[in-house]
């Protein structure tokens, strides 16, 4: 018998991804508002922007909505490694015509920590999810203290148990076709990462706790296949990025939308883990899983400087194009639009 969390009974059976640094509330509050649940990613917030974003959020929703957080540990900085980096890069500084002797330093990204667990309180949303396993068992404990289910992302049959066993009340299967960072806490072994398809069967036959799917699911015969493979929701990301709500740029919005956006790769250039994205010239050049790159989420820093020059000039050459294997269905529309299409699929599934 499945344990039953009170949550569950008003969770939407359709998820927006959590997407760090293409949205904000307002396309969570679009698809809070159609019925799905919206989430709010809080990965690249400031504790500041944190406060002001969930103002917004609850200001704008009456609906259940979801804030994420990474919960990654923070690495110590290696000189080596920095160092090996900054020489890599060093031919596109010169290129772009920046100075190689001066690159920003920067964590990128934080996890979550006791000051936004402080912010966070306040406003007890409905859903926390968190991305790279769970944060610390006293944290965990004080989220769930507000009556929040608490979600984590498993790419593993071994994750999901350990999510489990550690006060998960719902695992979302990221199966490999997924756009952005792989969740994967547990190993950094490639080869363990699986497809949704294979995955999600085998998550839900292992846990006794609900299961969320995610990874290349970009239509409404895509929602119905993980509901007959036994989702209990999906979590859809990359099928938004086009919508009126994201904040992707145009350049990232027309990659998404051309044949290119068919060939993506898992690569650690851009922030230090793997993540997917279109294959562009960073990626070619170097290899999309070049270990010269420093530990998450110090390699962003360096890069950041050539991507905002190059992007000047009009080129995603340096510019992290996460995305999921099936952008096909990357269109101009409202949230709304989409969120209803995937609802409508669900229920008559
Ligand atoms: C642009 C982008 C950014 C992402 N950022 C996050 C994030 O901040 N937190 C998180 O838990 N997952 C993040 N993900 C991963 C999603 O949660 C999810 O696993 C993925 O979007 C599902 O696959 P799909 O993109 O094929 O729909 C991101 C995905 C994309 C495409």
Redesign the pocket.
Known sequence: MKPHHRLLDILPPIVQ??????QNHRLAVAVCEAGGLG?L?A??LSTSDLQSELQALKQSTQSPYNV?F?CHATPTPDAARELAWHQALAPYYRELGLDPEHIPKGPGRVPFSTEAANILEAFRPAVV???FGLPTPELVARVKSWGSLVLS?ATTVHEALWLQAHGADAI?A??L?????R?MFLTEDLSTQIGTFALLPQIVQAVQVPVIA?????SPAGVAAAKALGAAAV?????Y?CSHEAT?SALHRSVLQSPTAQHTALTTLFSGRP??GVVNRLMRDLGPLNPVAPAFPLATAAIAPLRTAAEAAGSSDFTPL?????ASACCHLPAADITRDFLQAWVSA
């Open positions: 991804a959590p997407m760090a640094g293409v989430s990613p990965a690249m994420n990474f999810s968190f991305h992302s979302i990221q199966g076709e997924a756009g952005g960072h969740g995610a990874g290349g699911i970009a979590q859809i990301g990359t099928a990025l992707t993540a997917r996460w995305s999921g294997q099936n």
